[in-house]
């Protein structure tokens, strides 16, 4: 039986277009260790007749982990749930999901590192023993029944690892992180994208736009489909090299790939905090942004490019980040210690 996986808008973060989106391991680049290793755990599984092993998938935002969690189920042939770790705010949050959920089914829980203790707890004896507590009727007459549940596979998505609790962590049998892309897998996926949406591109521009996205596929395909609205609007609709240079410049990506807000942040700190240490939440403050989103959205790209390190005294711009914006590097200041 095919079931075909349920989509709620948990699944789709803003911008993200499902088209785009493969929906089977092998339509995937890159990631190919991870998917060897899936497709082993998938494959026994399926031959033993067993569910899955739960999974958990840490990695910056735009790496895959929706995208795995959307492949998966399709593999098994098994239909998929949708939760965001945020939206659970007690453990009756949970209950229809898991009462409702079919043997062998995938429930995805994005952003799980956001679920309060008690929904964590909570999941479990839902996770080990497929297993929950119902509360049934109120106050006195309150009697707590003990749910069996169908065996499922929890797919967990998190872009801070480090903040899930040990013993949530440790109930994931298959553990796994996404790491950036390479210039070449990049480019792939920028060629493959710009034929599904109907637009020629030269390989140059292909390479021009992979160079700039920050390793991360999502931004590819936002620049992308940048690209194309300007070559549309402002050219004949093809993307040449000169069409993605212009369109990018256009959209202030440099040529490292950083937008307005990792530049705003790296002048933050170089400018405003003659190069720190300066603790995130100060640096968060002056932007007038939240800490999550830069912890989330703009740090692991900077400090994978050696622009910036994390002391125990705070957040230090490197002399490269001094040089990529052009200011020279002060030869008196703490930051000496990376001369
Ligand atoms: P995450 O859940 O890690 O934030 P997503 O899985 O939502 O990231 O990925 C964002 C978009 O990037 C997807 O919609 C998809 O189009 C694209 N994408 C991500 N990983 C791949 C991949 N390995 N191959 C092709 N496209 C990908």
């Not at 998929?80 to 009462?99: E, M, Q, R, W």
């Not at 892309?181 to 990049?186: I, T």
Request: one cysteine or more.
């Amino acid at each position: 039986m095919t079931r075909v996986p349920l989509m709620t808008k948990e699944s789709q973060p803003e911008g993200d277009d499902p088209n785009l989106r493969p929906a089977a391991m092998n339509q995937m680049i890159g990631q190919r260790e991870v998917i060897e290793r899936l497709r082993i755990a998938i494959d026994a599984a399926k031959q033993r007749g067993e569910t899955l092993g739960h999974v958990l998938f840490d990695g910056p935002p735009g790496l895959g982990k929706t995208t795995f969690a959307h492949c998966i189920p399709n593999e098994l042939n098994v239909a998929i749930d949708f939760l965001s770790g945020p939206t659970l705010k007690a453990p009756k949050d949970l209950v229809p999901n898991l009462t409702n959920l079919q043997a062998k089914q995938v429930l995805f829980i994005d952003e799980i590192h956001r679920i309060p203790k008690a929904v964590e707890e909570y999941l479990y004896t839902a996770m080990e023993d497929f297993r929950i507590d119902l509360i049934l009727g109120e106050g006195l007459n309150a009697r707590t029944h003990n749910f069996k549940l169908k065996p499922f596979t929890l797919i967990g998505a998190t872009t801070r690892a480090g903040m899930l609790s040990g013993p949530l962590r440790d109930r994931f049998q298959i553990r796994e992180h996404l790491d950036f892309y390479s210039l070449a897998e990049l480019t792939q996926l920028v060629q493959r994208n710009a034929s599904k949406l109907n637009v020629q591109i030269a390989d140059e521009a292909a390479e021009f736009i992979a160079l700039r996205s920050r390793g991360t596929p999502r931004i590819a395909n936002n620049r992308l489909r940048w690209v194309r609205d300007y070559a549309q609007s402002r050219a004949d609709g093809k993307i040449s090299l000169a069409v993605a240079e212009a369109a990018l410049k256009m959209a202030g990506i440099d040529r490292l790939g950083m937008d307005r807000q990792d530049l705003r942040y790296l002048e933050t700190v170089v400018r405003v905090c003659g190069g720190g240490p300066v603790g995130i939440e100060s640096i968060a403050a002056t932007m007038n942004t939240s800490s999550d989103t830069l912890e989330d959205e703009v740090e692991p790209f900077l400090l994978r490019s050696e622009l910036i390190l994390r002391t125990p005294r705070g957040r230090v711009a490197t002399a490269k980040a001094f040089e990529h914006l052009n200011i020279e590097w002060p030869r008196d200041h703490q930051g000496r210690l990376f001369e």
